[in-house]
């Protein structure tokens, strides 16, 4: 049965208004959609309803769609239809109705807002047991005249139920949360439904729509909002709160102004302004901000002021009211709520916005004032409390004399009298300084003053320990490239529990030397211990294989590429970390070696960039590798290196990159050849000391390429496998400590033909681990295996097979288990 026309008609209704003036004084005449669909439900307000049921379809752009209110209000007889369209007239205010309840409509216009949803508004209404009806069809206001008649209907109740039962229902599912036939049904109710939506109603979101139901209008017990079927809950805000003020109560901004004073009634506080009396609300000042960038727009503010009247909001999308843009800081953490009914004669016709006026003028000079007189100074007078409290510096002066201070003053002293020669995470003093520091450290002491004064970022290196502390000047530098800082400084929300971290471990060397420990003893814990942040902190590292197919299929990602090419170093043997940023390197990639048999430094270090573009090669002016070259400068690196696609002229000396990779001595790496490095590491036993023979002689692609095909050619002695994996278990078994490289050499070369040496053992462990590098460890000289010797060549085995076939055989020649033993 049709909405639009069930039903006998029994009378008509004047409508007196011209399409023109309803085209475009409904066209801008509301700034949402949303805030359109609101003047229905004010309507159920006004009526005195107290539950109301709204329903917009989940599509709005299909044919049949549509969105409807109901309410169980008062509704309306024939006399109520036919006030109800009298356009610019309303009887709400007039006559003997009580007080039950501000009325928010006053203009008589809210229902011409559905123009710019829908072409048709129906209404169906019971009162005195009578259903009533009528259409506003708005396509059919004629253009000539400035009137028109609508059918006023009058429906059995068979004939309501079966003309709204279909839109009442979804899925089995009544959605009205009151009965409107038979027994149980309510008195009175009013059904408003509009159809034949227009394109604008598809622009209505629902979770916008949802929060402006939430928060425009009051809600109570009094007043129950169901969407769809769910109870609305009023909008509030689930956070913590810092500090909340009330309007009117210990208000020493209103006792300041000379037009406003403070009142108190039935424990209730006011502001009444001289041209604006009854002013109530509060303001809360949130922990955190309330402002979401990303979801403001879907679902509405939660910050800002929100101006209530008639216990409606009447400024949706304006959070200053017009104002200029208050303290960022404080203001996005804060939720003005005003209530200010007195300003009802001064709202548009929209209840949008209110006219500029002297009452609206004394209530904004009062908000403003309030809030930076009052909220934003605590706001950052608290700020600064918690910054000053939550800092390391704040919470190191606090700790006990025993923890952080005297430990420090004992190393000091022990060191200028010889006891201390080599520590690693306290920096030896200058000679020079012995009395002066000694002095200021017993002084501070005394005064109860930190001895670290300020911790602070720095790059030390990959390989340098976690932290260095400076006596002399109390500076402690967290080292930003240990592995342990560089994986998990992003981990917490606050950087405190990393840099406490660092501040334990250089306490924990003092107390050792304050323990009377051995200074042998001192560093080997605290190397151990570095070790094991080390360990942990690259646990998760990946074998070069599997990396090799990572960085193959990222080549044509920009972001890919960078996080391949930090996977391809850690999987290489490098220490890595990735920096980026403007003026910045991609990452940093340490390789920690100690020193060589002839007592020289072999550890190094390099900077790295990944280059990825639209092209298949880049250009020199692309590559730009005097900034490339600053940044291995700035880093402290030994060697930079530039990772992409291609490039062009990559294999002409000639060209204007190879030129300038030479000049700059940067050193310029294809992808498809890191490809085939990470391929070749482990069987050909590519190791660190090997790479950095490529770092020192290669600068441009092509001497690169052929550096990796004379490594490819090169025939490796394969070493026992099996053997070395069983003898390196049976030491582990049988101590406690890790064994060393030559303990290891002495007891596998007692069960293989071919002895090896010390260099060739450590270069099959290496290339082991690049291999498999959760079941290998290595500690300078002391190796250990992760689990029995058969589970390691099972998992070598399976890694095998999911090499590319071009190189099984290569790992098959290297890594699979052969008989080498002594017969």
Same mark, same amino acid.
């Given at each position: ?79 109520? @239809? ?29 229902? @011409? ?711």
């Amino acid at each position: 049965m049709q909405i639009e026309t069930c039903g006998k008609q029994i009378d008509t209704i004047p409508v007196h208004i011209s399409y023109r003036i309803i085209e475009l004084f409904s066209a801008g005449l509301y700034s949402s959609p949303n805030k359109a669909f609101e003047e229905l439900v004010c309507n159920s307000y006004d009526a005195f309803a107290d539950k109301v049921a709204v329903y917009v379809s989940p599509d709005l752009t299909v044919e049949d769609a549509t969105m409807w209110v109901c309410d169980n209000g008062e509704s309306m007889d024939q006399a109520g @239809l036919k006030e109800l369209w009298h356009i610019g007239e309303s009887e709400k205010r007039k006559g003997t109705r009580d007080g039950r309840r501000l009325q928010i409509g006053r203009f008589g216009i809210g229902k @011409l807002a559905t123009y710019v949803l829908a072409r048709k508004l129906t209404y169906v209404c019971k009162r005195n047991g009578r259903f009533l009806a009528t259409t506003m069809n708005y396509d059919a206001i004629p253009k000539t005249t400035d009137s028109l008649t609508l059918a006023e209907r009058e429906l059995t109740e068979t004939e309501a139920e079966a003309s709204i039962g279909p839109f009442i229902r979804s899925s089995g599912r009544v959605l009205l949360p009151f009965s409107l036939f038979g027994a149980d049904a309510v008195p009175s109710w009013t059904f408003s439904i509009m159809t034949a939506l227009r394109p604008k109603a598809a622009e209505i979101k629902e979770g916008r729509l949802k929060w402006v139901l939430r928060t425009a209008l009051p809600h109570s017990p009094a007043f129950q909002l169901h969407y769809n079927g769910e109870l609305v809950e009023s909008s509030k805000v689930d956070r913590p709160i810092r500090r909340s003020w009330t309007f009117g109560k210990d208000d020493p901004t209103a006792d300041a102004l000379k037009y406003a004073n403070c009142r108190e009634l039935d424990d209730k506080h006011f502001v009444d302004f001289e041209k604006l009396p009854g002013v109530s609300g509060h303001i809360d000042l949130y922990e955190d901000s309330l402002v979401d960038a990303s979801k403001a727009s879907e679902q509405g503010r939660s910050h800002g002021i929100f101006l209530m009247v008639r216990g409606r909001l009447v400024n949706l999308d304006d959070p200053l009211l017009g104002m200029e843009a208050f303290s960022h800081g404080a203001f996005n953490r804060t939720r003005i709520v005003v209530h200010a009914d007195e300003l009802d004669s001064n709202l548009t016709s929209t209840r949008e916005t209110i006219k500029d006026s002297e009452p609206l003028r004394q209530l904004k000079e009062y908000l403003k004032t309030k809030f930076n007189n009052e909220v934003r100074k605590f706001h950052f007078e608290e700020q600064s409390r918690t910054d000053r409290e939550s800092s390391v510096e704040y919470r190191l002066s606090r700790t006990s004399l025993m923890v952080s201070k005297r430990p420090l003053l004992l190393f000091a002293e022990r060191f200028f009298s010889g006891k201390i020669s080599s520590p690693i995470l306290i920096e030896k003093p200058d000679p020079a300084t012995k009395d002066a520091l000694l002095a200021d450290l017993r002084a501070e002491l005394l005064e109860g003053e930190a001895l670290i004064k300020t911790v602070d970022w720095a790059i030390l290196g990959a390989g340098e320990p976690i932290a260095r502390l400076n006596l002399s000047t109390g500076l402690l530098r967290v080292n930003m490239l240990h592995p342990f800082i560089a994986n998990y400084n992003d981990a917490y929300k606050s950087v405190l529990p990393v840099k406490f971290m660092a501040i334990t471990e250089v306490l924990t060397e003092a107390h050792l030397y304050e323990l009377g420990i051995e200074e042998a003893q001192v560093n080997s814990i605290m190397r151990r211990r570095d070790s094991t942040l080390r360990e942990l902190s690259l646990s998760d590292r990946e074998s070069a294989p599997a990396v090799a197919l990572f960085l193959k299929d990222s080549i044509a990602d920009p972001t890919g590429l960078e996080d391949a090419v930090h996977r391809a170093f850690l999987a290489l043997g490098f220490e890595a970390t990735k920096i980026g940023g403007k003026g910045k390197p991609d990452g940093k990639a340490d390789a920690i070696l100690g020193y060589t048999e002839t007592e020289k430094r072999a550890s190094y270090s390099l900077t790295y960039d990944a280059k990825s573009t639209g092209k298949e090669r880049i250009q020199a002016g692309t590559a730009k590798l005097s900034a490339i070259k600053r940044h291995q400068t700035d880093y402290k690196a030994d060697f930079s290196v530039v990772v992409a696609v291609d490039f062009e002229g990559g294999n002409d000396p000639e060209s204007a990159v190879s030129k300038e990779a030479v000049q700059q001595c940067v050193t310029l790496i294809r992808a498809a050849d890191l490809v085939r490095l990470l391929l070749l590491s482990a069987p050909k036993q590519i190791s660190l000391l090997r790479i950095k023979n490529l770092l020192e002689t290669c600068r441009t692609p092509k001497q690169v390429a052929v550096w990796i095909e004379t490594i490819a050619s090169e025939n490796i002695p394969f070493g026992p496998v099996k053997e070395m994996l069983e003898t390196i278990y049976e030491l582990q078994q049988k101590d406690t400590e890790a064994p060393e490289i030559a303990s290891v050499r002495i007891k596998l070369n007692e069960k293989i033909v071919t002895p090896l040496s010390r260099p060739e053992i450590k270069a099959l462990i290496e290339s082991l681990r690049v291999f498999v590098p959760r079941f290998i460890s290595i500690d300078g000289e002391r190796i250990c295996i992760q689990a029995r010797p058969a589970k390691v060549l099972e998992v070598i085995n399976g890694a095998i097979n999911q090499v590319p076939s071009a190189f099984n055989q290569i790992y098959l020649d290297a890594f699979a288990p052969q008989t080498k033993a002594k017969t």
